[in-house]
């Protein structure tokens, strides 16, 4: 098949500045590259860095890209900000990215046009006479309550959610067997083995003797940083009990002026010598930050779609605590400690200890959680998400 692939016009294909599902992207493409399954067309936001991305070299994957940051394309961006269009659906960013990829679309014919995360692309095409739409949904974007759902939800050919609890939020829109779900990936090996050494306890600041606690991720309200650091201050009398936070507010855009961020250091202060803030770590150096931890604590507090960092850490080998919320009990329930939200710095407090206090505990969690992530590797994800293709 001829396939159209429109992402949400943020960060570039191939995933040279990380992102989650452009991330996924670059998985199923490099599947598609291998087995050489359909003719595929990527539209997607300008990156100087893509210029020689060994993916680029392909006979079946084709990369179309956006000028999205010179200065003709911010003096257009600001014009779509300042007049109101009434088909608008995003912010003023988007609609111009997908403008421009809209005028490619008429000078050719798809198959099918996939949608990346972006169901208010599926009402702009419909409107624009579009049919054979699938929308590849990671967030609880689509539902009884959102914009225009009917109109969205009858447009599309296909829906696939990242986890079932994505699925049952759009099937309260109208049950359908076009809801399928094929859970996200991950680069099982990359996670599960340690490929440098230049990363140390002792270049972080830990000891040998340390309990060291990951957390990984984007740090905003809704992971529940805040919260963990809470309950690290009710474990200030476990000395050897350390929190490593490896991640950064919106990807590598962070900067010292973040608010949240500088309000958890100001809060984590009288036990800073337990704290080490990382800030942004590129993607390929997780695994060996991943590996200098005893356990990890992934604690969100919003109804999580899927969480990647999850698997990530269960790939790595590491116990995991984390909460129960949206997809989350999918993913690691079994053979994870998952709390309950109500009382959470408590309950993170708590389970930390018990961790902390059971070894053998921990070992048998670290087993069973590497096991468990085999189930969601980068090519069983491809795999399934093209089988679902297949059966259109």
């Known amino acids: 098949m001829k396939l159209a692939i429109l992402t949400c016009g943020m960060l570039p294909i191939p995933a040279v500045q990380g992102g989650a599902v452009e991330n996924l992207i670059d998985f199923y493409l490099e599947y598609n590259n291998h087995k050489k399954l359909h003719d595929i067309t990527v539209f997607s936001p300008w990156n100087a860095k893509v210029e020689i991305h060994p993916a680029l070299v392909s006979e079946v994957n084709h990369y179309v890209y956006i000028d999205t940051t010179s200065l003709k394309a911010r003096i257009i961006r600001k014009i779509y900000q300042y007049i109101h269009f009434s088909s608008d659906y995003y912010n003023y960013f988007i609609e111009y990215y997908f403008e421009k990829v809209y005028r490619r679309l008429k000078k050719a014919n798809y198959d099918y046009i996939i949608l990346e995360n972006c169901p208010g692309y599926a009402y702009k095409l419909s409107q624009r006479g579009y049919k054979n739409l699938i929308l590849h949904l990671h967030n609880e974007l689509l539902h009884s309550n959102s914009k225009y759902h009917d109109i969205i939800f009858n447009s599309l050919t296909k829906v696939i959610t990242v986890s079932e609890y994505i699925k049952e939020r759009v099937a309260s829109i109208s049950p359908s067997n076009k809801i399928q ?25 830990f000891s040998e003797n340390d309990f060291v606690i990951v957390y990984s991720g984007r740090i905003n309200k809704e992971k529940g940083v805040s919260e963990l650091i809470d309950a690290m201050l009710l474990l200030r009398d476990f000395p050897h009990i350390k929190l490593m936070i490896l991640g950064s507010s919106f990807f590598n855009n962070v900067t010292d002026k973040d608010t949240f961020v500088n309000s958890l250091k100001s809060k984590s202060e009288e036990i800073k010598d337990k704290i080490v803030f990382t800030g942004f770590i590129p993607y390929d150096e997780v695994p060996n930050y991943l590996h200098i931890a005893d356990i990890a604590v992934l604690p969100s507090m919003w109804e999580e779609p899927f969480g990647l960092t999850l698997v990530e850490a269960m790939a790595a080998g590491l116990p995991l605590i984390t909460t129960q919320s949206g997809g989350i009990p999918e993913i690691c329930e079994g053979v994870a400690t998952i709390v309950d939200r109500k009382d959470i710095v408590n309950n993170l407090k708590n389970a930390i200890t018990d961790l902390y206090n059971h070894p053998d505990k921990c070992q048998q969690m670290a087993i069973a959680s590497q096991k468990r992530a085999q189930l969601f590797s980068k090519e069983t994800f491809a795999q399934n998400f093209f089988d679902i293709l297949k059966n259109l």
């Open 181 to 205: 779900t094929v859970f996200n990936g991950i680069d099982i090996p990359r996670f599960s083995t340690v490929e440098s050494t230049s990363v140390s306890r002792q270049s972080i600041g």
